[in-house]
Every structure is written in C-alpha cells, then in structure tokens.
C-alpha cells in the first residue's frame, strides 16, 4: 500500500492532518493535497467544542478578577483554544488588565490601618490618582514632626520620603517628611468613599466608617489644644471644608458625645471655618483620643 493511500486511511480511521505531519514528516499543505487529490473532503480544522456553563461561568470569573489567559489555562487545564472561545468578544485594555493585576497582588489592610487612613485623610493626607486608574496615599509632614512620620510609616508600611515642598504645596520651600502608600485593592474603595466628582469632599457615608482610632490621628494632624491664660480650648483646623461640611462634622462629632461649635476667620475677605469645643466638650474628646496619641511623638498636642 503507497504512501498516499495509507495517509488517506489514516485520516478516515480520525487523524488529524498535524497528527499525519508528524507520523510521515511532510507539510500540512502537501496532505491537504494528496487528501484532494483523492477525493477527501477536508473536516474543519478545529472540531465542534462543547461548552459546559459551569466552564463558562469559572473562566468568565477568573477573567474578571484579573487573570490573564495563560494564567486560566494554568488554573483550569481547560485548552487554550475552549478559553479563547468563551471569552470571544471580552476584552479590557492593558491599564485595566494592569490596575487588576495590582489589585490581586495588593496586600488586605487591617481595620486599624483602615482608620488610620480614613482620620489622617481629614487631615494633611491625600490620595492622588494615577495613571493606572488606581490611586496613592500621601501623607506629608513638617520638620519637627519627624517621629510622627516614622509612626505613620510604620502603622501602614508606606514609603518613607523626605520631599521639598514647591509653591503652594505643605511647607512650601522647606524639606518635608512624606509617606506613601500604594494598594491598588483597598484605596479605590476608600477613595470612592471620600471623594465625590474627583474630589476630596466630607460626606456622610464617610464619616460613618469613623471611630476613635480616626479621630485621634485627625486630632494628631489637625488639631491643637493651644496654652492660654484664658480657658484652653480644643480646635480641629477645618478651614480647608465648606460651612456645609464642617456641619456635617459637627453632627457627626455629636455621636462620640462632643459637639464642637463652627468658628471663623476671616482673610482676604473669605470666611474661613474651624471646630472649636468648649472646655468641658473638649476635655471629653481629649479622653476618646488620648490612649491612640501616647507614642506617637503627638503627645505634645495633650499634655
């Protein structure tokens, strides 16, 4: 029996033609030739699949969370082709596939670390934007708080920088401490909790994540418990909020069972907001926050 007619039994007995290349050591287009020739209609080149809907519904959710083909194939030890086939027509561009790749990679923040950042945010910290639609918190500090920063950096393991600060930012022309912290799974969230159009904007729903934890590091950033021959009054430096927000601060501030009165200064004919408490209201938040300043190098701020 010729050659020929062994390669067209082969194939009728469910070789494919790449299994006929590799037993007879000759191309895919010159079986395809000698199958015409012989009157072979060719089958299609990839079978019919099937697809189970549990197979759909684990490669679409692994899709989702970030992983890339290869690393489902991995996961799955479903073919290559079975997973291009399910996600025919799903694509995401390389930022998002980026942005969730650092989401998976991210490390889970704990609930203290979580009011560290809510607290401080009301304060001298940020979060700023990045290009991977993912987003960074800063945390920047002056020269005589050097062991507060070292505190913040060691409370959430952010980088520790020191930054000189250009026109109008924190300390302008001086070297200030700043700490970063990138986690591309938990700041989204606390971003979508404190921002609104993009920016940074006291709200309910935010001030309701808060505790005394969050408090005391806003004390620590923000506020100031000033000597005075007149009766010594706690204040939070607000006067970067609306009248609107600093209301809502009131309020909430109400619930930890100190209600602080909206004060103002007045600066190039703009009215700027703050907290102040009276005595006894003061000495109440004092007793919240105090456990949470002690080693901190903030305590100046109670004593």
Known sequence: MDRDTLI?????????IIELTQKYGISKSRISVILKNKGVQCRNVRPR?????????????????????????????????????????????????????????????????RQVILGTLLGDASLIKTKHRSYVYKHTQGQNHLSYSKHIQDILNANFLIEKGGKGSFNPGSSNYVNRLWNANELPKIAKLCKISGKKQINQNWLNQLNEIALAYWFMDDGSYPKSKKKRRVNLHTEGFSFKENEILQSRLQDFGCRPQIKHRVKKNKKYYYLTFRVYEGKRFLELVKP???????????N
């Open 8 to 16: 067209v039994k082969d194939y009728d007995h469910g070789n494919t």
């Open 49 to 113: 699949i099937r697809i189970l809907s549990s197979e759909k519904e684990l490669v679409e959710n692994l899709y989702t969370s970030g992983l890339t083909i290869k690393e489902i194939w991995n996961e799955t030890k479903l073919t290559k082709y079975k997973i291009r086939k399910i996600l025919k027509g799903k694509t995401r561009s390389q930022y998002d596939s980026i942005s969730l790749k650092h989401q998976r990679n991210a490390p889970k923040i704990t609930n203290f670390q």
């Open 292 to 302: 949470y300043v002690y080693g901190t190098g903030m305590e100046y701020k109670i």
